[in-house]
């Protein structure tokens, strides 16, 4: 079935009548638990949810925290490949990383930037240990049975 042909009196009048009805204050979001589910497709790791991101533009991105940012991104990418032989190596490099920023960011002297900094690499952190649990947990699961 071809696309409906719009002219442009046609095209203003059904703008006028959408800005008259408001659909979009009826809105309410997805309806089923499926469309809510797939909506968290696209999270991998944690540090792109909108959490992250708002503390990610509060806090300076200095080269530290962008270092600080990929090792933990090479730490999930390991815990969750399942490569845990190299895990003590990335353990290392993180908590040295880890050690580093947060130094760094309590020599600051300005508190808001001070507070959103910490914020975000306590946040980053929990996200590497929210990943390192859930494949410990799987781990044994799968052990057990």
């Not at 497709?41 to 600080?68: F, P, T, V």
């Not at 490099?93 to 002297?109: D, G, P, T, W």
């Not at 690499?121 to 590497?128: D, F, G, W």
């Amino acid at each position: 079935m071809a696309a409906r042909q719009w002219n442009t009196s046609q095209r203003l009048e059904q703008g006028a009548k959408i800005h008259f009805w408001k659909p979009w204050l009826n809105s309410h979001g997805p309806s089923s638990e499926g469309i809510k589910i797939s909506r968290m497709n696209a999270i991998k790791h944690g540090l792109c949810s909108a959490q992250m991101l708002n503390l990610k533009k509060h806090a300076r991105k200095s080269h530290e925290i962008a270092e600080y940012e990929k090792s933990a991104k090479k730490y999930i990418l390991a815990i969750k490949g399942g490569n845990f032989e190299d895990l003590a190596g990335y353990d290392s490099h993180f908590n040295k990383q880890l050690m580093k920023i947060r130094y760094i960011c309590e020599q600051k002297e300005d508190s808001q930037s001070k507070y959103f900094e910490s914020m975000y690499i306590t946040s980053v952190y929990h996200k590497v240990l929210s990943a390192l649990s859930k494949a410990l947990v799987t781990t044994v699961n799968v052990d057990e049975q």
